[in-house]
């Protein structure tokens, strides 16, 4: 059938607009389905304005309504044209009054344009719909302007009724959309950047401590100090048992008088035995090894009172633990520090090595003062991990205080966080579950 043919009458255009498009609005929004919609749009329009024919057309149902046909055939060769034009349309790219033309049509299209629409076309998008208008005369600005007015009444009531028209219970469909929208909320939640961040024990440690230790094996006789007490350069800090050393520097003493009254014996005698020549070269070795055996005894003697190498603070475990306590050579038994030149320690589980780095920033919590957190960034991150006393094996993190913050005296323990990349707060509560089952499984 033909647009020029299949056109019935319509009731004519209202002699006062304001009133046609009051009526218009009503009827359009009192309708009950979307075929009552299509019905009214196609055919109320033209109290508006001016057409030949005008099609209702939906993307998920095709054609709803003709202008002047009460029955839509299906299988017609216009309808069939219709289904071919609005494939090829860009319908949804422009949500205003927009004219066609045969030049954006394909040429089979193109060809048949005349046989199937007047001389102007125009698209009037609507929420899913589109309404298009056939006509002779092009739209003036008026015309356009009053159709931009319908669109929104026109909008408004198809996706009211385009609701209504899903085969769900009412209280069905709200429920859907509450799991939904929650399900939306969830992954919004789970995809919020946050800063990947780890805790770690600390104490504040000596920077540059000087650590003393035992120049050789003995037995602690004596702390010159108490703990965390002031020493001078030079001050004496501990000393070994010498009873063992003194005892074997008298013999020495001994054995070195013994042999030089024999190197001046035999010296004597040489004069008047050709012999004892040969023996004054012995003797007189012996007397240098006896000598040197001497100074030997002596400097280490002379090393079993530890005296300071700098000023600072004698850091240190209970005097008492350390008398009569058996030490190798070089063991560590105290250590000297300026109390406020300090860094951070921190410990960070193996789980965790992975998010520090060099350079990171570190809040330290002391436990003395929680709410002012001690800002500092990551200095060095140990390789390897390192045994703890209580068993477990843990990377040893040191950190400096920036610019500005509070010195801090030696032992302060709190607890540190160290700030990593930006992660998904999803990843941040999956990881180490994830991890977990990693190790587990294998997955």
């Known amino acids: 059938m033909s647009a020029s043919k299949s056109a019935s009458k319509s009731p004519s255009m209202s002699a006062n607009p304001l009133l046609g498009f009051v009526e218009f609005e009503r009827r359009v929004m009192s309708a009950k389905a979307l075929d009552e919609f299509g019905f009214i749009a196609v055919n109320d329009l033209r109290r508006l304005i001016s057409y ?114 899903y085969p769900m219970a009412v209280g069905q469909g709200k429920r859907r959309w509450k799991w939904l929208a929650a399900c939306a909320a969830i992954a919004l ?54 009873t063992n050393l003194s005892g ?15 190197y001046k014996e035999m010296a004597q005698a040489q004069l008047f035995d050709a ?40 850091v240190f475990d209970d005097a008492t633990d350390w008398i009569g306590r058996p030490v190798r050579v070089g063991e560590k038994v105290m250590q000297l520090a300026e109390p406020l030149d300090t860094e951070i320690e921190s410990w960070v589980d193996l789980a965790d090595i992975g998010t ?33 006393a209580d068993g477990s094996m843990q990377y040893r993190i040191r950190a400096k205080a920036q610019e500005g913050q509070p010195s801090q005296r030696m032992g302060l323990k709190g607890v540190a966080r160290i700030s990593g990349d930006h992660i998904a707060l999803g990843w941040w509560l999956l990881r180490k579950p994830v991890i977990f089952i990693r190790q587990r499984t294998g997955l």
């Open 52 to 165: 030949r024919q005008a099609i209702y057309w939906r993307h998920d149902k095709g054609i709803m309504a003709i202008s002047g046909v009460v029955e839509i055939a299906s299988q017609s060769p216009y309808i069939l044209f219709l289904h071919d034009f609005f494939k090829v349309l860009p319908i949804r790219e422009r949500a205003e009054v927009t004219p066609i033309s045969p030049g954006s049509l394909p040429k089979k299209l193109a060809d048949q344009w005349g046989e199937w629409f007047a001389a102007n076309l125009y698209l009037l998008p609507l929420s899913t719909g589109t309404l298009l208008l056939s006509r002779s005369e092009a739209l003036s600005d008026a015309e356009k302007v009053i159709l931009e007015q319908v669109r929104l009444p026109l909008s408004v009531t198809e996706k009211a009724l385009g609701r209504r028209h």
């Open 275 to 314: 012999k004892a020549k040969v023996q004054v070269a012995l003797l007189k070795a012996k007397v240098s090894e006896k000598a040197a055996t001497v100074d030997y005894l002596r400097n280490l003697i002379a090393k079993g009172r530890v005296l300071a190498p700098q000023d600072g603070v004698a």
């Open 189 to 242: 939640l789970f995809a919020i950047p946050i800063r990947d961040s780890v805790l770690a024990s600390s104490v504040m440690v000596a920077r540059k401590p000087a650590v003393i230790r035992s120049p050789m094996e003995g037995v602690i006789d004596e702390i010159l100090v108490e703990p965390n007490e002031a020493v001078k350069k030079d001050e004496p800090l501990f000393s070994l048992d010498l």
């Open 356 to 388: 520090v780095r060099t350079g990171a920033p570190l809040s330290l919590f002391l436990n003395t003062d929680p709410l002012n957190p001690l800002k500092a960034e990551v200095t060095t991150v140990a390789y390897e991990a390192t045994p703890r």
């Open 248 to 262: 074997k520097l008298a013999v020495a003493l001994q054995e070195q008088a013994t042999a030089e009254a024999q």
